[in-house]
Structure formats: structure tokens, C-alpha cells
């Protein structure tokens, strides 16, 4: 097991009606507030409602921020730190999913920073306050609701990027798993595969010792594809919401992860995609999870990926490379089911710029860990996907 | 999945040569510390002399509390209490187990509290302010070092009773599995069946749903299994000692059971014995728990107890009931393996206050929720332990 750190001050607020303890948490901070929302899916679903009536009826101030995209921009987050600052406000309130709460700490950090926002991004300029961020979640997918990363866009220069830093850990996060059901079953499963990226870029890389997180990261993998496809076929089936919800928020914690080792590619080459061809998150990830498992496999890896394959999708094989093959196509036939891309062309991704993409995935001369693509290996595997 | 609420604000700092960062964590605080430990152990394995570096070399004042009992007692805090206001304390710092940390934790609330100390622990007083407390943790059981709770023993009225307040989470925690080779076999033993308690406590108690926290369950307990034997064959086994260390948290600081519902019966009962007989807290339990676990094995209860059989033991026995029992056999064989105590005789616990340990053991008119016992029901518990 690998030295470690581990901190999580998050206040989770987890079930049915959580919301009201919304004030209670906002008050600790202050009582003006800057809502941060995406589209108009909380104002159909009720959820804006909810929140606005628990502020209302406290007497919070609040002004609000909406339109958070996807792929949240810089342009949001400026517009965002300029209402603080004019405003006084004392703490940013998301209400959405990782994006929106991204964006959120993204805005918390830029409102207390004097320079353009997109230097924080860019490793220019390391910000040394922000203003305190809340939480309440209506996806399950980033567990941004409980750690510290934020990772914006700028179309500008094409580029999307992460900052992370312990100040930007929400304070708090109103998790109720029925503020997920009525998530389209798109957003869901791509949620699903986010989640499900989070434990695999820590789990297959090999630890010794670190015996307790293999099991948390298997753990998760179970719950979260035994409640993945439920939660497609009955979207208000409460159990596999509030499993999926609790699962996404394990997976990127630290619980599952702290001790063992990241890869990063699925990461670094889905942002260069994102950052490409605004695409979603998730949906960028379960395109790349089984070709990136293929090309990790060897006789080197193959003992884990049988592991994977025989404790994850109950493969009763003896041979570990058999084992391990078919626990990969189990991935890919279950990312089919849930709807997700398998191709680059399901994504509307054209061929015509796989240099560009490859040399934004790099970190350095390379990227990854389990297995290390340099940009030309990029280009190839992005070859593979077509 | 019942609604929870999850707060866990400390600092882990988990790994090999982490008191290093003691100095940091302290500063954040002040510079004036009580240093609280148990008896001479940590002046024998260099602990002590870690932690006294550390702080010396920072410039950092501290006054040393020693000789906290394994079940601390309300004279300790009284006198911790007294030394924090008369010199200004601005943090406590325990350095042991989970009674040092536990006794750390009640000086923190007695040193802001005007009344007597006891007050606290007997529900007549509410704190509302404490000193912060650090952890350098020595021994992987209670989890005290990631909670609230702070279980004292007062011999005056033979009790011995718990009381919890976010405010007494610790701050921060080091958490050096190198600081845990050096307990011997008997504490180590304790340790393990103070883990698996924590754990059984939710576990038993089916909660539809809680899946997650279920497979997070099993995976604290198969860890501790695996290690548990290694740890006391091969005392210096980092390894060993990291996977319990980190087991031993994960088990009592809401990532296992969150969600899930709190049995008790175990606690209770021991904690009455405790106060009885000063008995160490892990070996009650290790006592106990066979003899719960058959207790509470019915038609109803036998299908959990086959999956603990099964997904724990690895027992392949179709039946439920006999899968069950092969579960609770293989417990008890496993405690025994380890050097556990079998009978209330091996604790030397004489059979003539079964009355009053079954008074103390109440909470209200009855104990326990996954079964529930009168003091009849555990008076004729107690005669099967004899």
C-alpha cells in the first residue's frame, strides 16, 4: 500500500428531502449566495423549485447563474466571479451534476483571484483563497460533490483542463437519490461509465497491498452494474438511484482510490476529445474503456484483468487470459446495452484531426501508467476506434 | 438505503514516515499542546520520541498527560481538563490507541466545560465548545481517530458510557502502520474482534437496498481475516499491519455503515462487563460476538447469515441454515486461532453479578435491535458463556 492522503470535510446530506437542511448549511457561511444551475431540466423536475423555496423561506439572498454547459466554460466561470464580487456573495451554491458543481468551484476560486480565471487552469497562477462551494447533486456520475477537482473548458484555445485544490471540497452535498430520477436515460448511463472510469483508472494498475482498496473499487463495480442497468429500465426505481448516487461519490472520494495508483489515460485522452468536440464526459469514456483495456492487456496485466473478469462479471474461467478477454467484452457488450457509443463515428467524432487530439491528450512526452501511449501510439489507437 | 448523514473532516496522513507532517497539522491550530499517551509502550518502540522531535524541533510547547488506562477513566479527563485550562492548551494530541484518542477527545470537551466532566458522559450537559484534537494513532481497532465518539469508564458508578459530537472528530490523524509492529499479539487479537464488531454491527441488520455499504462490509471483513492471522504470525508484516490500520477506520467512520442500521448489543453488553470487570474492550467483544451471532440465528435471520458464510468464509454449502452455522463456527475458530477468550471464565469473570451486568447493559428496558434482549434474556445469555 502506497503512503497516502485522505480528506474528506465534505457534510453529505444523503436520502429523501434532504434539501431541507439546505439553510442549516448555507447559514454557516453566510446568507448570500450565488446559485449555479445548467439548463432548464431543474426547473421541469421540481429541484429548482425545492431549492428556492428553502432559500426564500430563510431569507437567503440569492442571485443566480444558469446555462452551465456540460463541458462547463471559462466564460461561464468569469461572468460567474464578476456577480460574486459585484454582489458580496459569501458562498456559490451548485444544483446540478459534476459539471455544474465544477463550475462552481471553478467561480468560488476565480471570485477571489484577481487575474483572468484561465490562469488558474493553465498552472499560471495558484489561487490562495476561494469562496466556501455547497452541493446538491441531480446526477449520479463525477463525485465532484466530495473532492476537490474542477475541470473547465476554453473553447478558445481548445483546451479542458483540471485544477484541483482542498479548499474547492464542497462544505457540504444534498445527495438525494430522487433528485436523479427523472435524469433521460442517456446522462444516466453515461454516468454510469464515469464512474465505473474513476475506479478502473486506479484498480487495474497493481498495488502490493493495497488489498483493502481493490476490495472498495470491486465493490463499487458491482453495485454500480447491478444498479446501472436497473436504473435505465426503471429510471424511478429509488434503490438503484440512491446505489448509483452513493457508489459515483465512493469512486472518487479517496475511499476506493487512496493507497493504490491512477493511470489517467481514459482521463487525459477523453478531456482532449471534450475539449475537440464538446462531447459528453461520460459518454467519451465508455468509447475509449474497452479499447484502452484491450491495449493494456499482456501477460503482464492479464492476472488482474482475470481477477476483474471472474469478480466483477462472475467469469468461471481457469485460463487468466481467456478469463481476462472475455471480462473486457462483458464491458463492452454492457456498455452497449446501456446505450453507450462504440465508435468514434457514434460520437460524431470525424478522422481528420487525430495529431491534434493526440497532442492534447499528452501529459508531458506521454500519457498513462498501465500502459504508456506516446503521441504516435494515440494515433494509432484512435486509428482503432474509428 | 435509509437517509444518512456522512462527516468526516480529518486529515489522514496514512503511510510511512507521515510524522512528519505533526508539526503542520499541529500549527494549524496553536502551539501549545497537551500530549496525552498510555503507559510506557511508545517510550520502548521510539514513538515517543518521534512525536517529542517533532514538536521540539517546531518550537512547539506541550505538556505531557501519561498513563490513560485502557478503559479511560473520568479521573484522567478530570485531570486533563485541569491541566489544558490552567496552561492555555490550544490542541490535544493523543498518541495510542483508540482509549488514548478516546480520552484525548473527552479532555477536549471537559477543558471547555465548567461543570464536572462526568456531566457529559451521564447526559446532564450538552458541550457546545471543545479544544480540537489530533491523533498519531498505535494500534488498528476503534476507529476513534476518524469519529466522534468517546467512550470513559468512571469506576465511582461502575459505568462506563459513550458520548459523540462532530466538534470532537479528530482534526487530523497520522496513521504509520510501522507505529502498529510492535503490539504484541494479545492487543493485536483485540484489535482484529474490535474491528469486526464495529462491522457486524451493521451488517446482521438487513436494510433493503444498502448494497454499497454491504459489499464495503464484506470487504473490511475479508481483509481483516486475511491479515488478522498474518499480523500476529509475522508481528512486522507492513503490509499486514496497513491493511487493519486502514481496515480498522473504513469499519467505524461511516464509509461501512452509513445508510445501514445500528445493532448494539455487542457494545452495550461489553461495555457493561467493562465497567465490571476493566476487562479489555476487544477481547469482550471477540467473547461475545460467537455467542451473539448464535442467538440471533433464525428462519428469519439465516439467509444474511448464510451470505456472511459464503461471501466471508467461502463455505459452499447450498443450505442456508447449515451454510449459517459453518459461518459462526468458522468466527468462533478464528477467534480462538487468534488467542480470543471463549468463556466469561477465560476473562476472569466470575458468574455473581449476571443481574447487574444485564442492568448496566439496558438501554431503556431492552438492548439490541437485530435481536432484542430484556435483562432476563441476557442474564440467560450469560449463563451460556460460563
Given amino acids: 500500500m502506497n503512503n497516502f492522503y485522505f480528506y474528506i470535510p465534505t ?3 444523503f436520502g429523501k ?13 453566510g446568507n448570500r449566495v450565488l446559485l449555479v444551475y445548467g439548463k432548464d431540466s431543474i426547473k421541469k423536475n421540481g429541484i429548482y423549485n425545492d431549492v428556492v423555496s428553502q432559500l426564500k423561506k430563510s431569507d437567503i439572498f440569492f442571485i443566480e447563474l444558469s446555462g452551465v454547459d456540460p463541458n462547463p466554460r471559462i466564460s461561464t466561470v468569469r461572468e460567474g466571479a464578476r456577480v460574486c464580487k459585484e454582489n458580496n456573495i459569501q458562498i456559490v451554491l451548485g444544483v446540478g451534476g459534476g459539471s455544474v458543481i465544477d463550475c462552481s468551484k471553478a467561480i468560488a476560486a476565480a471570485s477571489k483571484y484577481d487575474g483572468d480565471p484561465w490562469d488558474i487552469w493553465a498552472k499560471k497562477a495558484e489561487p490562495k483563497k476561494a469562496l ?8 449520479a456520475a463525477t463525485a465532484s460533490e466530495m473532492n476537490k477537482n474542477s475541470v473547465i473548458s476554453n473553447p478558445d484555445t481548445e483546451e479542458k483542463k483540471g485544477f484541483g485544490h482542498d479548499m474547492l471540497i464542497p462544505k457540504f452535498a444534498i445527495m438525494d437519490p430522487a433528485y436523479t430520477v427523472t435524469v433521460p436515460k442517456r446522462p444516466t448511463a453515461a454516468g454510469i461509465a464515469d464512474i465505473m472510469s474513476h475506479v478502473f483508472e486506479y484498480y487495474f494498475i497493481e498495488v502490493p497491498g493495497a488489498t483493502l482498496q481493490d476490495e472498495f473499487c470491486e465493490g463499487v463495480l458491482r453495485t454500480v452494474i447491478k444498479y446501472g442497468k436497473q436504473a435505465i429500465d426503471e429510471p424511478a426505481n429509488y434503490e438503484a438511484r440512491a446505489n448509483l448516487l452513493w457508489a459515483g461519490s465512493m469512486a472518487l472520494n479517496g475511499v476506493s482510490s487512496r493507497g493504490k495508483l491512477f493511470d489517467g489515460l481514459l482521463h487525459s485522452l477523453e478531456h482532449a ?14 468509447l475509449i474503456i474497452p479499447y484502452w483495456m484491450d491495449a ?9 484483468f482475470a481477477r476483474y473478469a471472474r469478480n466483477i462479471w462472475n467469469i468461471q474461467e481457469p485460463d487468466d487470459m481467456t478469463a481476462a478477454k472475455r471480462g473486457i467484452e462483458q464491458t463492452s457488450k454492457f456498455y452497449k446495452q446501456l446505450g453507450l457509443p462504440q465508435k468514434l463515428s457514434d460520437l460524431g467524432i470525424p478522422f481528420d484531426r487525430f495529431e491534434d487530439i493526440a497532442a492534447k491528450s ?7 501508467n498501465l500502459i504508456v501511449f506516446t503521441k504516435a501510439d494515440v494515433v494509432k489507437f484512435l486509428e482503432r476506434m474509428k
Same sequence: chains 1, 2.
Fill in 273 to 286: 476529445l471534450s475539449a475537440l468536440y464538446d462531447i459528453s464526459h461520460g459518454e467519451g469514456l465508455a
Fill in 11 to 13: 457534510k453529505v446530506y
Fill in 362 to 368: 499528452m501529459r508531458g512526452d506521454t500519457t498513462g
Fill in 132 to 139: 466556501p462551494v455547497g452541493a446538491v447533486i441531480t446526477l
Fill in 296 to 304: 493494456a492487456l499482456s501477460e503482464k496485466t492479464m492476472h488482474r
Fill in 17 to 29: 428531502n434532504q434539501v431541507e437542511k439546505l439553510p442549516g448549511c448555507i447559514r454557516e457561511f
